[in-house]
T-cell receptor, first 116, second 112 residues
């Protein structure tokens, strides 16, 4: 058990809809990362937050947004969903801020999103 | 953004054979991390390399970081069925603002 909790485990929704994925980091970790994993696409970095502030941004679509709350949990909001957004979304946490030297990431079990 | 390239994408081996996956970046990496993802699971951190030319071992796994800190490899000696999964390298080729970038991974398939 990594200590990172993601809910829900599965989500099935229709195109055009909006969903929210939730992540609670490991106790003591201040950084939260969001990754998207599609078939054969590896882990695509979306965004990172550190102690409530956006720290780094990857290939995150404008339809997607995220935030980290004062209790350090994070939410990833996906709107105007398209079929291609179907994927496994992972949250990961780490102790440090990142930057040039990242500390190890601890991944949650992921949320599998299916858009129909 | 900058990428971390990983090869091969798939590797089939007979149980007992060795396995190697390679990771390359066009820019110098501050450090490199390796993760393993079992089928149906989540990535699990294996190791971090920081120094130029560093070599670390974990039982049958040997990790190397290149002298120029632009490439890395993971070698597994005498594979076992428990080694099945996808092995990812991760680094920050774009510097501090790009988060932690993962390679596409190498899927290790072991035939008994």
């Amino acid at each position: 058990d990594s200590g990172v909790t993601q809910t829900p485990k599965h989500l099935i929704t229709a195109t055009g809809q909006r969903v929210t994925l939730r992540c609670s980091p490991r106790s003591g970790d201040l950084s939260v990362y969001w990754y998207q994993q599609s078939l054969d696409q590896g882990l695509q970095f979306l965004i990172q937050y550190y102690n409530g502030e956006e720290r780094a941004k990857g290939n995150i679509l404008e339809r997607f947004s995220a935030q980290q709350f004062p209790d350090l949990h994070s939410e990833l909001n996906l709107s105007s969903l398209e079929l291609g957004d179907s994927a496994l979304y992972f949250c990961a946490s780490s102790v440090e801020e990142g930057g040039l030297l990242h500390s190890p990431l601890h991944f949650g079990n992921g949320t599998r999103l299916t858009v129909t | 953004g900058q990428q971390v390239m990983q090869i091969p994408q798939y590797q089939h081996v007979q149980e007992g054979e060795d396995f190697t996956t390679y990771c390359n970046s066009s820019t110098t990496l501050s450090n490199i991390q390796w993760y393993k993802q079992r089928p149906g699971g989540h990535p699990v951190f294996l190791i971090q390399l920081v120094k130029s030319g560093e070599v670390k071992k974990q039982k049958r796994l040997t990790f190397q970081f290149g002298e120029a800190k632009k490439n890395s490899s993971l070698h597994i000696t005498a594979t076992q069925t428990t080694d099945v999964g996808t092995y990812f390298c991760a680094g920050n080729p774009g510097g501090g603002a790009d988060g932690l970038t993962f390679g596409k991974g190498t899927h290790l398939i072991i035939q008994p």
